[in-house]
C-alpha cells in the first residue's frame, strides 16, 4: 500500500458540489487555499488543506510542491476521432478556396479519403501514430480520452482501428474510452442501401466487438452526407438491445437529430452548431449530455453550437475537440474550451465543467472529473496563483505537472 501527500498546491479547484446541469457561477466553485490531496493506489483518499492533511497523514510519502500550483481534475475529452492515418490538408485547402464540406464530401473527398488512408494502414502505423497524438494530450492535461473507430466502413478494418485503440490504451498512461463508430457514413464500395449497410454491421460487426471486448459504445453521424434518423433508428435500438451505450452526431449542418438521441436516451448528443430552439429545449429536458464540438467550428469557419443558450434551457453541457483529420485537426482542447468560452459568455466555472466533470457523463464515467475521496487521482497542476489565470491565458499556459492515477506523468 502505497500513501503519499501531495502538496502544497495554491489553490485547488475540486470540482465537486456543483450540478451536473445548467448555468453555473464561479462563486460556486469549491477553491482550497494552500491544499493537498492524499492519494493511495492511485486514489484519492482526502482532499483538503495541506497543514492539517499533514498532521494527519503522517505515514504518508510527502511529494512536495515547491511552485505556485493551481490543481484541477485531469481534463476529459470525451468526443475524439484521433485514430487515422494521412493527412486531409487538401481538403483545408479546397474548403478555405471556397468549396463547402458537403460538396467536398460529394466530390468524393472528406471522410472517404480518410477512410482509404486508413484501410491502407496496418494496425502498427495506427498504434503509432495514435501513441504520439495521445502523448501530446496527456501532455496538455488530458488524463482520459474518448476514441472512434469510423475511417474504415467495412468490418475488417473498422475491427483493426478498435484494436489499435485497445492496445494503445494498455500501453499509455492516458485512459482511452473506444466507441464504434462504423456508422460514420456509407462507404462507396458497400453494395446496397444504407440501411442494409448498418444492418450488415449490426450483425456482422457489432457481436464481434461484444466478443472481443473492444467497446460499449456505439455512435452514428446523423446528416444528409451520411445517415437519416429513420435509417439510423432500427440500428441504435438494436445496438442498444446488445447492451451498447449510444452517441449520437447530430445537427451539425440540419437540425433534428438531437431528437432521437432524446428519444433513446442516448449517453450524449454532440455537435449542435445547427440546433435550434426546439432541440435545445429537448436536450434540456433530457439526460443526454449536449457535447459542443469548438474545434470542428474553428475548422471550418462555422458558427459554434449555441452553448450559453444550451445551459440557459438547462442543459448539460460538455466540449471537447473532436479531433480528426477533417473537420478538427487542432486538438487542442484548453484552447477550444477558452474560445468558445469567450465568444459565448460561458463563466470560468461552466468552461472547466463542460472539460471535466460533465465531459465524464458523457462517457457515463462516475469515478473521475472531480477531486473527491475515491475518484481516480487523475489531476494537473497549471503554474499559476489564481485559478482564472487558465482560460485567461486561452490555452497558452499549459499544465506544469500531470498526475494520472496518482503518479507523475
Ligand atoms: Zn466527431
Redesign the pocket.
Same mark, same amino acid.
Given at each position: 500500500m502505497s500513501r503519499k501527500l501531495i502538496g502544497p498546491f495554491t489553490q485547488i479547484l475540486t470540482m465537486d458540489h456543483l450540478p451536473l446541469k445548467g448555468p453555473l457561477q464561479d462563486e460556486a466553485l469549491q477553491i482550497i487555499s494552500e491544499g493537498g490531496i492524499v492519494v493511495e493506489n492511485g486514489t484519492i483518499r482526502k482532499v483538503g488543506a495541506f497543514a492539517d492533511l499533514q498532521k494527519e497523514a503522517d505515514n504518508a510519502v510527502l511529494e512536495e510542491i515547491t511552485e505556485p500550483l493551481v490543481c484541477l481534475p485531469g481534463f476529459i475529452d470525451c *468526443?475524439? *476521432?484521433i485514430c487515422y492515418a494521412g493527412s486531409r490538408a487538401g481538403d483545408y485547402a479546397m474548403r478555405v478556396a471556397g468549396k463547402s464540406y458537403l460538396e467536398i464530401a460529394k466530390a468524393g473527398g472528406g471522410i472517404l479519403e480518410s477512410v482509404r488512408k486508413t484501410r491502407a494502414a496496418s494496425q502498427k502505423e495506427l498504434e503509432r501514430r495514435m501513441s504520439a497524438r495521445c502523448e501530446r494530450l496527456l501532455s496538455e492535461g488530458v488524463t482520459t480520452c474518448e476514441v472512434?473507430s469510423g475511417y474504415a466502413l467495412n468490418v475488417e478494418d473498422e475491427l483493426k482501428m478498435l484494436r489499435a485503440i485497445h492496445v494503445v490504451n494498455k500501453k499509455q498512461a492516458i485512459d482511452l474510452v473506444p466507441t464504434c463508430l462504423a456508422a460514420h457514413m456509407p462507404p462507396k464500395d458497400f453494395v446496397g442501401s444504407p440501411s442494409e449497410y448498418l444492418q450488415m454491421i449490426a450483425s456482422q460487426l457489432l457481436p464481434q466487438i461484444l466478443s472481443e471486448g473492444l467497446a460499449k459504445r456505439v455512435d452514428i453521424?446523423i446528416e444528409d452526407s451520411a445517415f437519416a434518423t429513420e435509417e439510423a433508428r432500427p440500428y441504435l435500438m438494436q445496438a442498444q438491445e446488445m447492451g451498447f451505450a449510444l452517441t449520437l *452526431?447530430v445537427d451539425q449542418f440540419t437540425p433534428g437529430g438531437s431528437f432521437l438521441a432524446v428519444e433513446l436516451a442516448a449517453a450524449s448528443a &454532440?455537435?449542435l452548431e445547427a440546433s435550434t430552439n426546439r432541440e435545445v429545449q429537448a436536450l434540456a429536458n433530457s439526460d443526454v449530455i449536449a457535447v459542443v464540438?469548438p474545434g !470542428?467550428s474553428l475548422g471550418l469557419g462555422y458558427p459554434f453550437a449555441p452553448a450559453r443558450k444550451l445551459l440557459d434551457h438547462g442543459a448539460a453541457l460538455a466540449i471537447s475537440t &473532436?479531433w480528426?483529420p477533417g473537420s !478538427?485537426p487542432m486538438g487542442d482542447l484548453l484552447m477550444q474550451a477558452a474560445v468558445l468560452g469567450a465568444a459565448e459568455k460561458l463563466t470560468t466555472a461552466e468552461t472547466l465543467s463542460g472539460v471535466t466533470f460533465r465531459a465524464a457523463a458523457a462517457l457515463e464515467l462516475t469515478d473521475r472529473g472531480v477531486l473527491t475521496k475515491g475518484k481516480i487521482a487523475d489531476f494537473i497542476g497549471f503554474p499559476c496563483e489564481d485559478y482564472r489565470e487558465i482560460l485567461y491565458q486561452q490555452g497558452k499556459l499549459k499544465p506544469d505537472l500531470i498526475w494520472k492515477a496518482g503518479e507523475t506523468a
Open positions: *468526443h475524439t *476521432h472512434k453521424f *452526431h &454532440d455537435h464540438l !470542428a &473532436d480528426n !478538427a
